[in-house]
């Protein structure tokens, strides 16, 4: 391995992409999710395109130091560990209603987004 993809892998931060799909579906999310997604992209680009100077270095740095003040800003929004649970279940596969948890819905109101989700009838 060269130089550039030992600090690359040891400096770099990715986003796990399965919630930014999730909240990307809702609206007070979708455009701090998209640009998350920005950034993850040009520091993955940065993988295939080794820094030479002092700049480059510290731009990819910046651009990693941005993407976790970010990601943190989303994830730091209050967003318990169980709500992050229901959306990644809601978001793959559905959930059944009764696993839709008071915890989970009465956070959901608080922060205006029960609107963001939906109940269809499963055919099983």
Same mark, same amino acid.
């Given at each position: 391995?060269? !130089?550039?993809s030992?600090?690359?892998?040891?400096?770099?931060f990715s986003?796990p992409? &399965?919630? @930014?799909?999730?909240?990307?579906r809702?609206? &007070?999310?979708? /455009?701090?999710?998209?640009?998350?997604?920005?950034?993850?992209?040009?520091?993955? @680009?940065?993988e #295939?395109m080794?820094?030479?100077?002092?700049?480059?270095?510290?731009?990819?740095? #910046?651009?990693? #130091?941005? @993407?976790?003040? *970010?990601?943190? !800003?989303? /994830?730091?929004?209050?967003?318990? &560990?169980?709500? @992050? &649970?229901?959306?990644?279940? !809601?978001?793959?596969e559905?959930?059944r209603?009764?696993?839709? /948890?008071?915890?989970?819905?009465?956070w959901?109101?608080?922060?205006?987004? *029960?609107?963001?989700?939906?109940?269809v009838?499963?055919?099983?």
């Amino acid at each position: 391995r060269t !130089a550039w993809s030992r600090f690359y892998e040891a400096h770099r931060f990715s986003v796990p992409q &399965d919630l @930014l799909t999730i909240l990307a579906r809702i609206p &007070d999310f979708s /455009s701090k999710v998209e640009s998350i997604r920005k950034l993850q992209l040009q520091i993955n @680009l940065r993988e #295939t395109m080794p820094a030479s100077t002092e700049g480059e270095f510290m731009n990819f740095r #910046t651009l990693v #130091t941005t @993407l976790r003040q *970010e990601w943190q !800003a989303i /994830s730091g929004e209050g967003i318990p &560990d169980y709500v @992050l &649970d229901f959306m990644r279940q !809601a978001g793959a596969e559905g959930v059944r209603l009764d696993q839709l /948890s008071e915890e989970v819905l009465e956070w959901l109101r608080e922060q205006h987004l *029960e609107g963001a989700f939906r109940v269809v009838i499963s055919n099983t």
